[in-house]
Protein backbone atom coordinates (compact mmCIF):
# COMPACT_ATOMS: atom_id res chain seq x y z
CA UNK A 1 0.00 0.00 0.00
CA UNK A 2 2.59 2.61 0.92
CA UNK A 3 4.72 1.85 -3.03
CA UNK A 4 1.12 2.19 -4.06
CA UNK A 5 0.63 5.76 -2.59
CA UNK A 6 4.37 6.94 -3.22
CA UNK A 7 3.41 5.58 -6.77
CA UNK A 8 0.25 7.97 -6.54
CA UNK A 9 1.93 11.10 -5.48
CA UNK A 10 4.31 10.48 -8.10
CA UNK A 11 2.13 10.82 -10.81
CA UNK A 12 -0.28 13.23 -9.26
CA UNK A 13 2.79 15.89 -8.51
CA UNK A 14 4.36 15.46 -11.85
CA UNK A 15 1.63 15.65 -13.58
CA UNK A 16 0.28 18.78 -11.96
CA UNK A 17 3.84 20.46 -12.27
CA UNK A 18 3.94 19.83 -16.12
CA UNK A 19 0.61 20.75 -16.74
CA UNK A 20 1.01 23.93 -14.71
CA UNK A 21 4.36 24.48 -16.18
CA UNK A 22 2.51 24.95 -19.83
CA UNK A 23 0.12 26.75 -18.66
CA UNK A 24 2.12 29.09 -17.03
CA UNK A 25 4.13 29.32 -20.21
CA UNK A 26 1.44 30.37 -22.20
CA UNK A 27 0.37 33.20 -19.99
CA UNK A 28 3.99 34.91 -19.79
CA UNK A 29 5.26 34.59 -23.32
CA UNK A 30 2.08 34.31 -25.44
CA UNK A 31 4.07 35.06 -29.07
CA UNK A 32 6.94 32.59 -27.92
CA UNK A 33 4.03 29.81 -26.99
CA UNK A 34 2.52 30.14 -30.25
CA UNK A 35 5.42 29.77 -32.62
CA UNK A 36 6.77 26.80 -31.00
CA UNK A 37 3.26 25.51 -31.16
CA UNK A 38 3.02 26.50 -35.06
CA UNK A 39 6.67 24.84 -35.83
CA UNK A 40 5.97 21.91 -33.50
CA UNK A 41 2.31 21.19 -35.59
CA UNK A 42 4.20 21.31 -38.85
CA UNK A 43 7.06 19.40 -38.00
CA UNK A 44 4.57 16.88 -36.88
CA UNK A 45 1.70 16.54 -39.30
CA UNK A 46 4.76 16.44 -42.21
CA UNK A 47 7.22 13.86 -40.63
CA UNK A 48 4.77 11.84 -39.51
CA UNK A 49 1.56 11.89 -40.93
CA UNK A 50 1.64 8.28 -42.36
CA UNK A 51 1.97 6.96 -38.81
CA UNK A 52 -1.17 8.78 -37.38
CA UNK A 53 -2.59 7.01 -40.70
CA UNK A 54 -1.43 3.82 -40.13
CA UNK A 55 -1.99 3.65 -36.72
CA UNK A 56 -5.66 4.76 -36.92
CA UNK A 57 -6.11 1.71 -39.39
CA UNK A 58 -5.03 -0.82 -37.38
CA UNK A 59 -7.00 0.14 -34.91
CA UNK A 60 -9.93 0.10 -36.72
CA UNK A 61 -9.21 -3.52 -38.28
CA UNK A 62 -7.67 -4.95 -35.19
CA UNK A 63 -11.49 -4.00 -33.20
CA UNK A 64 -13.01 -5.27 -36.06
CA UNK A 65 -11.31 -8.54 -36.39
CA UNK A 66 -11.28 -9.23 -32.23
CA UNK A 67 -15.41 -8.68 -31.84
CA UNK A 68 -15.51 -11.52 -34.23
CA UNK A 69 -13.21 -13.71 -33.27
CA UNK A 70 -13.47 -16.14 -30.61
CA UNK A 71 -13.04 -14.04 -27.52
CA UNK A 72 -15.78 -12.05 -28.31
CA UNK A 73 -18.16 -13.75 -25.59
CA UNK A 74 -15.44 -12.92 -22.82
CA UNK A 75 -16.98 -10.66 -20.13
CA UNK A 76 -15.35 -7.72 -18.84
CA UNK A 77 -15.59 -9.00 -15.30
CA UNK A 78 -16.73 -12.00 -13.80
CA UNK A 79 -18.66 -14.50 -15.62
CA UNK A 80 -21.74 -13.82 -13.46
CA UNK A 81 -21.25 -9.43 -14.08
CA UNK A 82 -23.91 -7.44 -15.10
CA UNK A 83 -24.21 -4.20 -16.75
CA UNK A 84 -23.97 -1.38 -14.14
CA UNK A 85 -26.08 1.18 -16.46
CA UNK A 86 -28.59 0.80 -18.58
CA UNK A 87 -27.70 0.48 -22.25
CA UNK A 88 -29.64 4.05 -23.34
CA UNK A 89 -27.37 5.55 -20.29
CA UNK A 90 -24.30 3.64 -21.44
CA UNK A 91 -24.31 4.89 -24.80
CA UNK A 92 -25.35 8.46 -23.82
CA UNK A 93 -22.07 8.78 -21.16
CA UNK A 94 -19.79 7.08 -24.03
CA UNK A 95 -21.04 9.67 -26.78
CA UNK A 96 -21.22 12.92 -24.74
CA UNK A 97 -17.41 11.77 -23.41
CA UNK A 98 -16.33 11.59 -26.52
CA UNK A 99 -17.07 13.69 -28.80
CA UNK A 100 -20.33 15.92 -28.08
CA UNK A 101 -18.32 19.65 -28.50
CA UNK A 102 -16.93 18.52 -31.67
CA UNK A 103 -20.06 17.46 -33.91
CA UNK A 104 -22.05 20.74 -32.79
CA UNK A 105 -19.22 22.51 -33.93
CA UNK A 106 -17.95 20.83 -36.93
CA UNK A 107 -21.44 19.73 -38.40
CA UNK A 108 -21.95 22.35 -40.40
CA UNK A 109 -18.66 23.95 -40.67
CA UNK A 110 -16.61 21.08 -41.78
CA UNK A 111 -18.76 19.77 -44.46
CA UNK A 112 -19.13 23.64 -46.00
CA UNK A 113 -15.05 23.95 -45.78
CA UNK A 114 -14.44 20.86 -47.96
CA UNK A 115 -17.11 21.85 -49.95
CA UNK A 116 -15.62 25.70 -51.19
CA UNK A 117 -12.03 24.19 -50.54
CA UNK A 118 -12.00 20.54 -51.42
CA UNK A 119 -8.73 18.93 -51.89
CA UNK A 120 -6.73 18.90 -54.73
CA UNK A 121 -8.17 18.34 -58.14
CA UNK A 122 -11.74 18.95 -57.35
CA UNK A 123 -13.55 22.03 -58.50
CA UNK A 124 -15.02 24.04 -55.11
CA UNK A 125 -19.34 23.94 -55.60
CA UNK A 126 -19.31 21.06 -57.85
CA UNK A 127 -21.72 17.71 -57.25
CA UNK A 128 -18.47 15.94 -56.54
CA UNK A 129 -17.20 18.36 -53.98
CA UNK A 130 -20.48 18.01 -52.43
CA UNK A 131 -19.91 14.32 -52.37
CA UNK A 132 -16.25 14.74 -51.37
CA UNK A 133 -17.54 17.11 -48.27
CA UNK A 134 -19.93 14.13 -47.35
CA UNK A 135 -17.42 11.54 -47.46
CA UNK A 136 -14.68 12.88 -45.69
CA UNK A 137 -16.54 14.52 -42.90
CA UNK A 138 -17.84 10.11 -42.51
CA UNK A 139 -14.38 9.79 -42.63
CA UNK A 140 -12.83 12.30 -39.92
CA UNK A 141 -16.08 10.96 -37.20
CA UNK A 142 -17.17 7.81 -38.61
CA UNK A 143 -14.90 4.62 -37.21
CA UNK A 144 -11.62 5.91 -36.80
CA UNK A 145 -12.23 7.99 -33.25
CA UNK A 146 -14.46 5.29 -31.66
CA UNK A 147 -12.20 2.66 -32.69
CA UNK A 148 -9.18 4.27 -31.29
CA UNK A 149 -11.12 4.96 -28.11
CA UNK A 150 -11.77 1.14 -27.93
CA UNK A 151 -8.14 0.04 -28.21
CA UNK A 152 -7.82 1.64 -24.76
CA UNK A 153 -11.08 1.47 -23.27
CA UNK A 154 -11.59 -2.47 -24.17
CA UNK A 155 -7.81 -2.99 -22.82
CA UNK A 156 -8.55 -1.31 -19.50
CA UNK A 157 -12.34 -2.68 -18.62
CA UNK A 158 -10.32 -6.06 -19.15
CA UNK A 159 -7.46 -6.00 -16.70
CA UNK A 160 -9.79 -3.48 -14.21
CA UNK A 161 -12.41 -5.80 -13.93
CA UNK A 162 -11.33 -9.49 -15.22
CA UNK A 163 -7.82 -9.58 -13.88
CA UNK A 164 -8.43 -7.18 -10.89
CA UNK A 165 -5.73 -4.68 -11.62
CA UNK A 166 -6.08 -0.60 -10.68
CA UNK A 167 -7.61 1.66 -13.46
CA UNK A 168 -4.85 3.00 -14.86
CA UNK A 169 -3.52 2.72 -18.75
CA UNK A 170 -0.17 1.25 -17.24
CA UNK A 171 -2.29 -1.68 -15.84
CA UNK A 172 -2.69 -2.57 -19.37
CA UNK A 173 1.33 -3.36 -19.70
CA UNK A 174 1.75 -5.60 -17.12
CA UNK A 175 1.64 -8.87 -19.35
CA UNK A 176 4.48 -7.18 -21.21
CA UNK A 177 6.54 -5.63 -18.71
CA UNK A 178 5.23 -7.31 -15.57
CA UNK A 179 3.82 -5.49 -12.16
CA UNK A 180 7.16 -4.83 -10.86
CA UNK A 181 8.05 -2.98 -14.03
CA UNK A 182 4.69 -1.34 -14.30
CA UNK A 183 4.93 -0.39 -10.56
CA UNK A 184 8.41 1.51 -11.56
CA UNK A 185 9.52 4.23 -13.65
CA UNK A 186 7.81 3.12 -16.87
CA UNK A 187 4.24 2.50 -14.99
CA UNK A 188 4.76 6.12 -13.40
CA UNK A 189 5.81 7.41 -17.23
CA UNK A 190 3.04 5.74 -19.00
CA UNK A 191 0.15 6.85 -16.26
CA UNK A 192 1.82 10.75 -16.43
CA UNK A 193 1.25 10.67 -20.45
CA UNK A 194 -2.12 9.50 -20.25
CA UNK A 195 -2.70 12.38 -17.56
CA UNK A 196 -1.47 15.00 -19.95
CA UNK A 197 -2.73 13.61 -23.30
CA UNK A 198 -6.39 13.95 -21.12
CA UNK A 199 -5.75 17.46 -19.96
CA UNK A 200 -4.67 18.70 -23.22
CA UNK A 201 -7.07 17.25 -25.51
CA UNK A 202 -9.99 17.79 -23.44
CA UNK A 203 -8.65 21.38 -23.38
CA UNK A 204 -8.61 21.36 -27.14
CA UNK A 205 -12.53 21.05 -27.23
CA UNK A 206 -13.21 22.88 -23.99
CA UNK A 207 -11.97 25.83 -26.06
CA UNK A 208 -14.20 25.23 -29.23
CA UNK A 209 -16.98 24.53 -26.79
CA UNK A 210 -16.24 27.73 -25.01
CA UNK A 211 -15.88 30.07 -28.41
CA UNK A 212 -19.34 28.67 -29.77
CA UNK A 213 -21.21 29.39 -26.69
CA UNK A 214 -20.36 32.93 -26.77
CA UNK A 215 -21.12 32.90 -30.80
CA UNK A 216 -24.45 31.49 -29.52
CA UNK A 217 -24.98 34.26 -26.86
CA UNK A 218 -23.98 36.85 -29.37
CA UNK A 219 -26.45 35.93 -32.21
CA UNK A 220 -29.48 35.48 -29.31
CA UNK A 221 -28.90 38.21 -26.99
CA UNK A 222 -26.01 40.29 -28.36
CA UNK A 223 -23.59 39.18 -25.73
CA UNK A 224 -20.13 40.37 -27.43
CA UNK A 225 -17.68 37.92 -28.70
CA UNK A 226 -14.53 39.16 -26.55
CA UNK A 227 -11.52 36.97 -24.44
CA UNK A 228 -13.29 38.30 -21.03
CA UNK A 229 -16.79 36.87 -22.43
CA UNK A 230 -14.97 33.52 -22.93
CA UNK A 231 -13.12 33.41 -19.55
CA UNK A 232 -16.82 34.04 -17.98
CA UNK A 233 -18.01 31.36 -19.89
CA UNK A 234 -15.80 29.04 -18.82
CA UNK A 235 -15.94 30.08 -15.30
CA UNK A 236 -19.37 29.43 -15.06
CA UNK A 237 -18.82 26.12 -16.80
CA UNK A 238 -16.42 25.21 -14.26
CA UNK A 239 -18.83 25.64 -11.12
CA UNK A 240 -20.67 23.33 -12.71
CA UNK A 241 -18.63 20.29 -14.29
CA UNK A 242 -16.78 20.20 -11.00
CA UNK A 243 -20.01 20.27 -8.87
CA UNK A 244 -21.47 17.08 -10.91
CA UNK A 245 -17.95 15.27 -11.17
CA UNK A 246 -17.36 15.25 -7.22
CA UNK A 247 -21.11 14.10 -7.25
CA UNK A 248 -20.19 11.27 -8.81
CA UNK A 249 -21.10 8.61 -12.13
CA UNK A 250 -24.65 7.87 -10.96
CA UNK A 251 -25.69 11.24 -10.36
CA UNK A 252 -24.41 14.11 -12.09
CA UNK A 253 -22.86 12.29 -15.66
CA UNK A 254 -25.18 9.80 -15.78
CA UNK A 255 -28.17 12.73 -16.04
CA UNK A 256 -26.19 14.92 -17.96
CA UNK A 257 -25.78 11.92 -20.25
CA UNK A 258 -29.38 11.26 -20.40
CA UNK A 259 -29.82 14.74 -20.91
CA UNK A 260 -27.85 15.08 -23.97
CA UNK A 261 -29.22 12.10 -25.79
CA UNK A 262 -32.54 14.00 -25.27
CA UNK A 263 -31.22 17.57 -26.15
CA UNK A 264 -29.02 16.06 -29.25
CA UNK A 265 -32.25 13.96 -30.86
CA UNK A 266 -34.30 16.66 -30.74
CA UNK A 267 -31.63 18.66 -32.65
CA UNK A 268 -30.90 16.47 -35.19
CA UNK A 269 -34.82 15.92 -35.78
CA UNK A 270 -36.05 19.41 -35.72
CA UNK A 271 -32.92 19.71 -38.74
CA UNK A 272 -34.24 16.93 -41.13
CA UNK A 273 -37.25 18.34 -40.76
CA UNK A 274 -36.87 21.54 -41.40
CA UNK A 275 -34.35 21.53 -43.40
CA UNK A 276 -33.62 20.15 -46.74
CA UNK A 277 -34.95 16.60 -46.00
CA UNK A 278 -34.47 14.84 -49.14
CA UNK A 279 -31.22 16.45 -49.79
CA UNK A 280 -30.25 14.69 -46.02
CA UNK A 281 -31.51 10.92 -47.08
CA UNK A 282 -29.96 11.11 -50.61
CA UNK A 283 -26.28 12.59 -49.23
CA UNK A 284 -26.28 10.26 -46.11
CA UNK A 285 -27.27 7.06 -48.47
CA UNK A 286 -24.48 8.45 -51.12
CA UNK A 287 -22.37 9.24 -48.23
CA UNK A 288 -21.70 5.81 -46.74
CA UNK A 289 -21.49 4.42 -49.89
CA UNK A 290 -18.77 6.54 -50.85
CA UNK A 291 -17.53 5.79 -47.38
CA UNK A 292 -17.76 2.34 -47.88
CA UNK A 293 -16.07 1.67 -51.11
CA UNK A 294 -13.14 3.67 -50.41
CA UNK A 295 -12.40 2.85 -46.81
CA UNK A 296 -9.02 1.21 -47.06
CA UNK A 297 -7.82 3.68 -49.98
CA UNK A 298 -8.72 6.91 -47.85
CA UNK A 299 -7.47 5.58 -44.72
CA UNK A 300 -4.31 5.56 -45.92
CA UNK A 301 -4.04 8.21 -48.34
CA UNK A 302 -0.88 10.27 -48.29
CA UNK A 303 1.14 11.56 -51.41
CA UNK A 304 4.69 10.83 -51.80
CA UNK A 305 5.64 13.47 -54.50
CA UNK A 306 2.46 15.97 -54.42
CA UNK A 307 1.12 18.24 -52.04
CA UNK A 308 -0.34 16.96 -48.81
CA UNK A 309 -1.84 20.10 -47.70
CA UNK A 310 -5.28 19.43 -47.04
CA UNK A 311 -4.69 15.87 -45.23
CA UNK A 312 -2.06 17.04 -42.79
CA UNK A 313 -4.87 20.00 -42.01
CA UNK A 314 -7.43 17.98 -41.75
CA UNK A 315 -7.06 13.78 -41.41
CA UNK A 316 -3.85 13.82 -39.77
CA UNK A 317 -5.03 17.10 -37.12
CA UNK A 318 -8.20 15.26 -36.60
CA UNK A 319 -6.54 11.44 -36.10
CA UNK A 320 -3.73 13.25 -33.50
CA UNK A 321 -7.31 15.08 -31.88
CA UNK A 322 -8.59 11.55 -31.66
CA UNK A 323 -5.62 9.91 -29.94
CA UNK A 324 -5.42 12.78 -27.35
CA UNK A 325 -9.00 11.97 -26.47
CA UNK A 326 -8.22 8.38 -26.31
CA UNK A 327 -6.48 7.64 -22.83
CA UNK A 328 -9.51 10.09 -21.56
CA UNK A 329 -12.02 8.18 -23.37
CA UNK A 330 -10.99 5.58 -22.93
CA UNK A 331 -10.59 5.02 -19.09
CA UNK A 332 -13.95 6.84 -18.92
CA UNK A 333 -15.69 4.23 -21.18
CA UNK A 334 -14.05 1.36 -19.01
CA UNK A 335 -14.94 2.84 -16.03
CA UNK A 336 -18.49 2.23 -16.81
CA UNK A 337 -18.51 -1.05 -19.33
CA UNK A 338 -18.00 -3.58 -16.31
CA UNK A 339 -20.35 -6.71 -17.01
CA UNK A 340 -20.52 -6.42 -20.91
CA UNK A 341 -18.88 -8.88 -23.25
CA UNK A 342 -16.18 -7.72 -25.52
CA UNK A 343 -18.37 -7.97 -29.03
CA UNK A 344 -21.18 -5.97 -27.28
CA UNK A 345 -18.31 -3.51 -26.39
CA UNK A 346 -17.05 -3.09 -29.36
CA UNK A 347 -20.17 -2.95 -31.41
CA UNK A 348 -21.58 -0.69 -28.85
CA UNK A 349 -18.44 2.05 -28.58
CA UNK A 350 -17.36 1.70 -31.96
CA UNK A 351 -20.45 1.03 -34.50
CA UNK A 352 -23.24 3.10 -32.79
CA UNK A 353 -21.82 6.66 -32.14
CA UNK A 354 -20.06 6.21 -35.75
CA UNK A 355 -23.96 6.04 -37.06
CA UNK A 356 -25.20 8.81 -34.90
CA UNK A 357 -21.92 10.99 -36.33
CA UNK A 358 -22.66 10.14 -39.71
CA UNK A 359 -26.38 11.04 -39.62
CA UNK A 360 -25.44 14.00 -38.01
CA UNK A 361 -23.15 15.29 -40.86
CA UNK A 362 -25.19 14.49 -43.28
CA UNK A 363 -28.02 16.23 -42.05
CA UNK A 364 -26.51 19.42 -40.85
CA UNK A 365 -23.67 19.55 -43.73
CA UNK A 366 -26.77 19.07 -46.44
CA UNK A 367 -28.43 22.48 -44.44
CA UNK A 368 -25.28 23.89 -44.70
CA UNK A 369 -24.43 23.75 -49.09
CA UNK A 370 -28.10 23.65 -49.55
CA UNK A 371 -27.71 27.46 -49.27
CA UNK A 372 -24.72 27.64 -52.53
CA UNK A 373 -28.25 29.01 -55.00
CA UNK A 374 -28.94 31.52 -52.31
CA UNK A 375 -25.32 33.15 -50.89
CA UNK A 376 -22.94 31.41 -53.26
CA UNK A 377 -19.97 30.26 -52.73
CA UNK A 378 -18.28 33.17 -51.56
CA UNK A 379 -21.40 33.24 -48.84
CA UNK A 380 -20.73 29.88 -47.40
CA UNK A 381 -16.84 31.05 -47.10
CA UNK A 382 -17.44 33.47 -45.30
CA UNK A 383 -19.95 31.79 -43.34
CA UNK A 384 -17.18 29.46 -42.22
CA UNK A 385 -14.77 31.91 -42.13
CA UNK A 386 -15.25 31.39 -38.11
CA UNK A 387 -16.22 28.20 -37.29
CA UNK A 388 -17.75 28.69 -34.24
CA UNK A 389 -20.44 31.12 -35.82
CA UNK A 390 -21.20 28.66 -38.68
CA UNK A 391 -23.88 27.22 -37.59
CA UNK A 392 -26.00 30.05 -36.04
CA UNK A 393 -25.54 31.77 -39.57
CA UNK A 394 -26.80 28.83 -41.42
CA UNK A 395 -29.81 27.70 -38.95
CA UNK A 396 -30.79 31.92 -40.03
CA UNK A 397 -31.89 30.41 -43.73
CA UNK A 398 -34.22 28.04 -41.81
CA UNK A 399 -37.79 27.97 -40.35
CA UNK A 400 -37.60 28.47 -36.22
CA UNK A 401 -33.93 29.53 -36.43
CA UNK A 402 -34.32 31.20 -32.87
CA UNK A 403 -35.58 27.29 -31.27
CA UNK A 404 -32.16 25.64 -33.14
CA UNK A 405 -30.03 27.96 -32.04
CA UNK A 406 -31.13 27.92 -28.17
CA UNK A 407 -31.37 24.12 -28.39
CA UNK A 408 -27.94 24.37 -29.55
CA UNK A 409 -26.37 26.71 -26.96
CA UNK A 410 -27.76 24.47 -24.53
CA UNK A 411 -26.61 21.19 -25.50
CA UNK A 412 -23.42 22.90 -26.05
CA UNK A 413 -23.39 23.70 -22.77
CA UNK A 414 -24.54 20.54 -21.41
CA UNK A 415 -21.58 18.45 -24.04
CA UNK A 416 -19.60 21.22 -22.27
CA UNK A 417 -20.26 19.85 -19.02
CA UNK A 418 -20.04 16.32 -19.86
CA UNK A 419 -17.03 16.45 -21.47
CA UNK A 420 -15.22 17.76 -18.33
CA UNK A 421 -16.77 16.14 -15.12
CA UNK A 422 -15.54 12.73 -17.45
CA UNK A 423 -12.66 13.59 -17.67
CA UNK A 424 -12.21 15.55 -14.55
CA UNK A 425 -13.16 11.90 -13.33
CA UNK A 426 -10.69 10.04 -15.09
CA UNK A 427 -7.42 12.24 -14.02
CA UNK A 428 -8.65 11.79 -10.44
CA UNK A 429 -9.21 8.05 -11.05
CA UNK A 430 -5.35 8.63 -13.12
CA UNK A 431 -3.77 10.45 -10.37
CA UNK A 432 -5.52 7.97 -7.49
CA UNK A 433 -3.61 4.93 -8.66
CA UNK A 434 -6.71 3.88 -10.44
CA UNK A 435 -9.18 4.61 -7.81
CA UNK A 436 -12.89 4.02 -9.03
CA UNK A 437 -13.80 6.73 -6.24
CA UNK A 438 -11.31 9.26 -6.51
CA UNK A 439 -11.14 11.70 -3.59
CA UNK A 440 -13.19 15.23 -4.13
CA UNK A 441 -9.81 17.13 -3.29
CA UNK A 442 -8.33 15.89 -6.50
CA UNK A 443 -11.23 16.12 -9.06
CA UNK A 444 -11.26 19.57 -7.42
CA UNK A 445 -7.67 20.27 -8.60
CA UNK A 446 -7.76 18.84 -11.84
CA UNK A 447 -10.86 20.54 -12.73
CA UNK A 448 -9.71 23.72 -11.82
CA UNK A 449 -6.22 22.85 -14.10
CA UNK A 450 -8.52 22.33 -17.20
CA UNK A 451 -10.39 25.72 -16.87
CA UNK A 452 -6.64 27.22 -16.30
CA UNK A 453 -5.33 25.05 -19.92
CA UNK A 454 -8.22 26.10 -21.37
CA UNK A 455 -8.56 29.57 -20.73
CA UNK A 456 -4.78 30.17 -21.36
CA UNK A 457 -4.67 28.42 -24.83
CA UNK A 458 -7.74 30.41 -26.26
CA UNK A 459 -5.90 33.48 -25.11
CA UNK A 460 -2.08 32.83 -26.65
CA UNK A 461 -3.79 32.20 -29.84
CA UNK A 462 -6.97 30.46 -29.89
CA UNK A 463 -7.82 27.45 -32.26
CA UNK A 464 -4.42 27.27 -33.24
CA UNK A 465 -2.77 26.83 -30.11
CA UNK A 466 -5.11 24.83 -29.14
CA UNK A 467 -4.80 22.19 -32.09
CA UNK A 468 -1.21 22.29 -31.76
CA UNK A 469 -1.36 21.17 -28.22
CA UNK A 470 -3.98 18.46 -28.78
CA UNK A 471 -1.26 17.15 -31.69
CA UNK A 472 1.74 17.47 -29.36
CA UNK A 473 -0.14 15.11 -26.86
CA UNK A 474 -0.87 12.53 -28.95
CA UNK A 475 2.12 11.70 -30.57
CA UNK A 476 3.91 9.48 -28.12
CA UNK A 477 0.49 8.13 -27.09
CA UNK A 478 0.26 6.02 -30.95
CA UNK A 479 3.19 3.83 -29.06
CA UNK A 480 1.43 3.64 -25.93
CA UNK A 481 -1.73 2.35 -27.83
CA UNK A 482 -0.07 -0.22 -30.19
CA UNK A 483 1.48 -1.69 -27.38
CA UNK A 484 -1.70 -1.81 -25.58
CA UNK A 485 -2.89 -4.05 -29.00
CA UNK A 486 0.37 -6.57 -28.29
CA UNK A 487 -0.33 -6.78 -24.47
CA UNK A 488 -4.53 -7.17 -24.64
CA UNK A 489 -4.10 -10.16 -27.22
CA UNK A 490 -1.19 -12.02 -24.96
CA UNK A 491 -2.96 -11.79 -22.25
CA UNK A 492 -6.45 -13.14 -24.22
CA UNK A 493 -4.33 -15.72 -25.73
CA UNK A 494 -4.21 -17.55 -21.59
CA UNK A 495 -8.26 -17.39 -21.57
CA UNK A 496 -9.76 -20.80 -21.32
CA UNK A 497 -12.53 -20.11 -24.27
Known amino acids: MESAKKKDNAVFYISLILTIGIVTWSIVNQDNFSRFANSLLNFLTNKFGWLYLTSMFIFVIFAVVLAFSKYGNIKLGSEDSK ?100 NGPIGKTIDILAVFATVAGVATSLGLGTMQINSGLNYLFGIPETKLAQIVIIAVITVLYIWTAVSGIDKGIKFLGDLNLVLAFALLTLTILLGPTLKVINSFTNGIGLYLNNFISDSLHIEAMGDNSWTNAWTIFYWAWWIAWAPFVGTFIARISKGRTIREFIGGVMLAPALVSIIWFAAFGSMGMNLLDKIGLEGLSLAVANPSTALFKVFDYYPLSTVLSMITVVLLGTFFITSANSATFVLGMLSSHGDLNPSSKKQFIWGIVQALLATSLLLAGGLQALQTASVAAAFPFIFVMLLAMVSLVKALKEEKI
Open 83 to 182: PEYSTKSWFGMLFGAGMGIGLVFWGVAEPISHFVKPANGIEAGTAQAFNFAMKASFMHWGLHPWANYSIIGLALAYFQFRKGKPGLISSIFIPLFGEKRI
